[in-house]
């Protein structure tokens, strides 16, 4: 019996909004979890300090499936992003302490090491293709196997997912949403190219991936899955919306590159039919947006009953927190496909200490206890919550459209 002594939530803005929970036992030991929504951050803060925190007290630490249960059947109001995202936070922290109290990485409870080390894609953005291209260069000197290329779409004056002035992420940066245009014949006639240069300049030895950010309709997203088999790709990811999960089974009918979704997913419902059906070849759901390291092993789980790998959401609007928990889920499960690999911005890293290190082309989630991240909440105060958005995007006659 460890007991919950205390749990607060944390919130900063070391170059991006981050939403952290912190609890502590009255064995003197803390563990933290990662609970950041991307714009919508202060509704999960809400939600744990409202709702969770005062739940929390007196409870053992150490049972982390009751925990969860708890916080899922006993919410009555189940799944959503807010709920398992403050779940997650919770769930992460507990195995962090879990692992303390053992003296052992998270890794080594989960089963132990089922590889050597995470394999992981970066992002090589541009403007136009060869500046794609040159990013993808650069990051194969440091070693990565696997990069996702994105490029401006001709005649679109601005995309998401290519990030403005050579930035190297994607930044919510603004107080309301700015809104770019889009046009899928525009894009759908401009990808090709994209891959064949890529083929062309950067060989065969490189797994390539692209994001289509849930932009096509069903029959758009086979007929570019067809366009794109010559080149042999890792994935096509979030081709459609994944809502109407049966659509998937259209996009299936027409093309062989294999399909990745589900980075916005928060349950095993919201995959089940994709994965029972065998409709996606990979699973993007993470440990903070999917209810935790106690959730994603069920989704992994029925996952590899299915040939459906994993591809976690790594990008930086998830905190140093879930890309440590990752990195130990990643490490441990037999049917792990890939890891997404965007850096933190230097500021970020300040606040949040990591055992994780990457060399040439893979990551590893480090030895120490727990799942071997912390914040510095001395620093974390220096950087106040500062609301920012994503874009949104509209077609060129005004409809809204995804993004
Ligand atoms: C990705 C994503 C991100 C998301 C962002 C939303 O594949 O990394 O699509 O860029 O859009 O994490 O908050
Ligand atoms: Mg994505």
């Known amino acids: 019996m460890s007991k919950i002594r205390a749990a607060k939530v944390i919130v900063t803005c070391p170059g991006r909004n981050f939403v952290t929970l912190k609890i502590e036992t009255e064995d003197g030991l803390y563990g933290v979890g990662d609970a950041t929504l991307n714009g919508r951050e202060l509704a999960v803060a809400s939600y744990l300090n409202d709702h969770v925190v005062p739940c929390l007290i007196g409870r053992d ?4 499936e009751d925990i969860w249960q708890y916080l899922y059947r006993g919410a009555y109001w189940r799944r959503g992003p807010v709920t398992m ?3 997650a936070a919770v769930d992460m922290a507990l195995w962090d302490i879990k692992g303390k109290v053992a003296g052992l990485p998270l890794y080594q ?4 090491a089922s590889r050597d080390g995470v394999m992981v894609y970066c992002h090589a953005n541009g403007v136009t293709i060869e500046e794609t291209i040159e990013a993808a260069r650069g990051y194969m000197a440091q070693g990565y196997k696997a990069v996702r290329l994105q490029a401006g779409v001709p005649g679109l004056k ?9 930035k190297p992420y994607e930044p919510a940066d603004a107080d309301i949403p700015t809104e770019n245009l889009w046009s899928t014949e525009k894009y759908m006639r401009s990808l090709p190219a994209l891959f064949e240069a890529g083929r062309d300049k950067l060989g065969w030895d490189v797994h390539l991936l692209h994001d289509a950010h849930h932009r096509l309709t069903p029959i758009e997203a086979g007929r570019l899955g067809k366009d794109l088999e010559p080149f ?3 994935w096509l990811e979030d081709a459609v919306p994944a809502e109407n999960q049966a659509a998937f089974r259209l996009i299936r009918q027409h093309t062989t590159t294999p399909l990745a979704v589900g980075e916005i997913f928060n349950s095993i419902w919201d995959c089940k039919q994709l994965i029972e059906e065998q409709l996606i070849d990979y699973i993007r759901a993470t440990v903070v947006h999917a209810g935790g390291i106690t ?18 959401h790594g990008a930086t609007d998830l905190s140093p927190i879930t890309m440590g928990a990752a990195l130990h889920f990643n490490l441990s499960i037999p049917n792990f496909g890939i890891q997404e690999h965007m850096h933190h911005a230097a500021v970020t890293e300040t606040v949040f200490p990591h055992a994780y290190s990457y060399k040439d082309g893979y990551m590893h989630p480090g030895e120490a206890p727990g799942h071997g991240v912390d914040i510095d909440e001395k620093e974390a105060a220096k950087y106040p919550y500062k609301r920012a958005y994503l874009p949104v995007n509209r077609l060129e006659d005004g409809t809204l459209y995804n993004w």
């Open 232 to 234: 042999r790709m890792f």
């Open 158 to 166: 601005s995309t998401y997912g290519v990030p403005k002035d050579k």
């Open 85 to 87: 995202s403050a779940i």
């Open 295 to 312: 959730h994603l092993r069920r989704i992994a789980a029925l996952a590899d009953l299915y040939h459906v790998r994993t591809g976690c």
């Open 109 to 112: 409870l989960l089963g132990g």
């Open 61 to 64: 630490a150490h049972r982390i």
